[in-house]
């Protein structure tokens, strides 16, 4: 895909162009989540299958690298590819996050294909499903799911699919204590993203109040000049409306004029904002990349001097530590996606992956239960 499809192919795409991309992407992060904590696990799990043999599992698909389609959809490739020796076989991953289940679900075009009009289960391919409230999990091919599945409808689905009853599918997973930490992190993770995600919806509020002013109390919003409150503003409409400015390239570069050593974390959230903003609407040109990596390895230094023991974050005395913390792990969410991206797309080997989300976050529990304090 060319550089420029890239970056604007989702706003065509009917299933997010409802939403910003950012909120599409937090919807498709948290599978991502998931299977990027299971990797060395299911790696494990594996070589025991295949004992005195070379194994290596890894993330594959077309979310490998990226975590979430820039089309949209749903990628019909498998979530992981094990090599064994010379050997591949691939790996899909489902995991239940509730128990009371009465029906095991799983997509028809995961576990068959058609030939001469027959379902036929796929071949070279198992599925790893992880029972999270029981810490259980099962390893299994398609043909298990042929055999012991019927087809039927899923309502939350809307399609067809091969649904498992619950007492022929609890029979076939096995307990593994080492889930206990496993599914403790995917849920810490998964209640950070929901959390720090809520900032969109706070500058939302606090926009439409604003704007609501004008009417109500005959107050005047200013838009000022040289201002990175109002260049935040600015780019937060543009980006409800699915706008793009005229001269965005020249945007970005005058955005990264902002960033310094004394922007408290509020400061910064709304500039990794108007950064990814910007960024999913451009080509970089070469001049323009060698001035952003830098930039950007410096706004994440910046976030994480701020890093307190108790898991929170601390800039200003402006601010609540939760109300910081929430700053600070939306602008690491931000970071890390454009990290990724500048390595996939532009070869940044300046930059070092990130193998797992929010690993720029010392502390993961720490700071989840300071987000449960918050919400008792």
Known sequence: MAKSDAKTIYAQSSDIKARTYLEYRKDMKKKAIAELEIVEWLENKVKRMFPNKQVKVF????????????KGGI???????????????????????????????????????????????????????????????????????????????????????????KKKFEKLLKPDKSLKNICEIIDAKNSILNFQHQLVDINKENLSHLL?????????????????????????????????????????????????????????????????FLYSKISLRPNELNQLIPKVKELLQIIKSYEQNDGSFKSSLKFSPIEETRFALFSINLIEDLIQDMIFYYNATELKPIKKIYENVKNIKKVNALIKIIKI
């Open 59 to 70: 993330k594959a698909g077309g979310d490998n690298f990226l975590w979430f389609l820039r």
């Open 75 to 165: 990628s019909r490739e498998p979530d992981f590819l094990a090599r064994i020796n010379s050997k591949e076989i691939e790996f899909e991953f489902q995991y239940a996050d509730k128990a009371g289940l009465e029906f095991y679900d799983f997509k028809i075009s995961k576990v068959a294909k058609s030939k001469n009009k027959k379902r036929l289960p796929i071949q070279n391919k198992h599925f790893v499903y992880i029972h999270k409230p029981f810490l259980k999990y099962a390893i299994f091919p398609p043909e298990w799911i042929f055999k012991n599945g019927k087809y039927g409808m899923v309502e939350a689905w809307r399609s067809y699919a091969f649904r498992v009853p």
């Open 212 to 276: 609501q002013g004008v009417i109500d109390e005959n107050k005047i919003v200013k838009i000022i000049p040289k201002d990175l409150d109002s260049f935040h503003k600015v780019c937060f409409i543009l980006d409800n409306l699915n706008k793009i400015p005229r001269n965005a390239n020249l945007w970005l570069m005058y955005l990264l004029s902002y960033i310094s050593q004394d922007r408290n974390l509020e400061e910064i959230s709304q500039i990794t904002y108007c950064i990814d």
